[in-house]
């Protein structure tokens, strides 16, 4: 059995799914969710239908794999089942938790109410909503009130770098485009980050590349600056200094803490697995768990080792494929009496876009590419990975079409405004709770 759908989940099952085995996928979604567009949905340039796919229709050729739509609640690791609500538990023989991780506040009073999260489809959704909102009642406003939107992004990695460089197109396609009136020139983006940096784990070109051209663009990129506080007018730094904005998106990292991952590690019947920062599970060098060598945590969820033994991997997608497909040739292995292998990740690079026609990619090798070939190198891979030949051609055509104009983007307003109410992977506490399966 595998649990979760995402990067690591489907690349387990698309490796178990030729095996003669009953193979059985739980998600809490009937779809799986290309994360690193998600900033695109927000921002109005894809629809959300663009970034998603349904998982039955993943597997429509593969009878052997059964699709579960249900929120697993807990793991009995000594009955071998998944708790499920509203259903009875399942049994399994080898499991693969893959059920990724969520925003994470550290903290930070008034995040979870005040400020928009990007990590579920929903989440998109509610932020796209909410800036085209935002950009109306101003328009509504006619300046009148002086008003002029301002968006605060709090973090500086990737997903805070594209959406910052994502919304300050936004405004201009709003002024220039859709003819929304208000003051262009006193809307603000300002990108906050506690370090003294972008994009931390690229290389220092590749850095001050991104900076130099959101500061063009005309984000505003305050680092070495800590968010102390989100409250219904804005922020206020750990300095003192109150920021006024409209919008506050955080998107200051990410935590296993509160998953289902996590209970896995915090219930007693677990084993007590140990947790590496972000509350990840420590896994063996195979990725399975102590004690539970039927049991593999993969992506997000796990501690997955880094090259060389030192640290753990990043969470990221490529981590998440490999993972997930280590894990279930693990399983193939056992069932053909093979020993297990240590896991290593290969890792391919990284990319970031900043905007239209930049990026930033750092591909292995130590070769950086900036500007447009930064840019074509982002949009080959992302379409390379992207689920569904519906998907990449309605992405394609998207992207080729902005390159070239920019008015194109689904900026509709449809459905619930405001912050999402609840973390989505979260789970409550775990209750104590034939042939082969996997
Ligand atoms: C906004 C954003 C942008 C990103 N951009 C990039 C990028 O550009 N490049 C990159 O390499 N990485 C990027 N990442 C990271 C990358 O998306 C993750 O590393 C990757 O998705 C992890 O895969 P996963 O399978 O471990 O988890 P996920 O993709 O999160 O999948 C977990 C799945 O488990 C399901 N699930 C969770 N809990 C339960 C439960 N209790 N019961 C049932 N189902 C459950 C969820 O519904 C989900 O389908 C980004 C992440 C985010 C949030």
Redesign the pocket.
Known sequence: MV???????LAAVRRLAPAPLEVTL????NF??F??L??QVATAGLAPGDVAYPVRTIFRRRPHVRFVHA??TGVDLAAQRVELEGAGPLPYDYLVV????TAANFGVPGVAEGSFR??TLEDARRLRNHVLSVLEKADAAGGRDGGAPVFVIVGGG??GVETAGALVELLDTAVRHDRLQFDRLRARVILFDALDELLMGFPARARRYAQRVLEERGVEVRLGTRVAEVHPAGVRLSTGEEIAADTVVWVAGVSVEG??AASLAGDPRGGGQKRAPGGRVEVRPDLSLEGHPEVFV????AAVPAPGGRGWSP????V?IQS?DHAARQILRHLRGEPAQAFTYKDKGM??TVGRRAAVAWLRGGLVLRGTPGWLAWLGLHLVYLIGFRNRAVVLVNWAWRYFRWPSGPRLIFGEPGPAPAPA?E?ERPRPGGGRRA
Request: hydrophobic share 45%; aromatic share 6%.
């Open positions: 649990i979760g759908a995402g990067f690591a989940g739980v998600d809490r979604h799986h969710t994360q690193p998600l900033y929120l697993a893959a059920t990724g991780a990007l990590y990737p997903t998953t289902l993969a992506g997000d969820a969470q990221v997608a490529q998440a997930g990319m970031a992977n789970v």
